[in-house]
């Protein structure tokens, strides 16, 4: 019975993994396409940017894309974990491959956690570059998410290298029997 449970619930999580990819990548499209149109139609809080210091122009946009790079991290760790919930859904649980997969997206966690906090001055600095000398911001920023999200991926790791362990002495058992 418990086997069903964790194949429905990882059919749930496999299919809330999808939708949150999708939902990142719109969400990333939708505000690129709205600052092309209309800068003052968003406001980008997690850039500590001020609205009126973001000067629209190619160094905007390549802090813009600077600004993706933990967001790929983000969907990196969303889609490993989307193939560890589809070996779930398979009943595949107790493996070196599913071991794997936890620690990776831990890893990429905890780079994603990294780079949102060593890239913020790069991406603030480029987003207000265009802005009138004096207005020009430089911001660092450490937060309470980003504690968080270092202690989620340290946790991933964690329990990936234990769940490898485990399947390692798993794999033994089954060769002794």
């Known amino acids: ?96 491959h599913c071991a794997t997969l936890i620690k990776k997206s831990g890893l990429a966690l905890l780079i994603m956690a990294i780079l949102r906090i060593v890239l913020q001055p790069v991406v603030t600095a480029l987003m207000s570059w265009s802005a009138p000398p004096g207005e020009r911001m430089l911001s660092l920023g450490f937060g309470t998410q980003d504690i968080n999200f270092f202690f989620v991926a340290g946790l991933l790791v964690v329990i990936g290298w234990a769940m490898n362990e485990a399947a390692g002495a798993a794999t033994e058992n089954k060769a002794f029997v």
């Not at 999708?22 to 968003?42: C, E, K, Q, R, Y």
């Open 1 to 96: 019975m418990s086997e069903n449970r964790l194949s429905r619930l990882s059919w749930w999580l496999h299919l809330l993994a999808t939708l949150f990819v999708i939902g990142i990548v719109t969400s990333v499209v939708v505000v690129g396409f709205l600052f092309a149109t209309d800068p003052n139609a968003v406001e980008l809080t997690d850039f500590q940017v001020p609205a009126e210091n973001i000067v629209v122009g190619p160094m905007f946009w390549l802090g813009f894309a600077i600004s993706l790079i933990p967001t790929g991290f983000a969907i990196w760790a969303i889609l490993l974990l989307r193939r560890l919930f589809r070996c779930y859904m398979a009943r595949e649980v107790l493996t070196a």
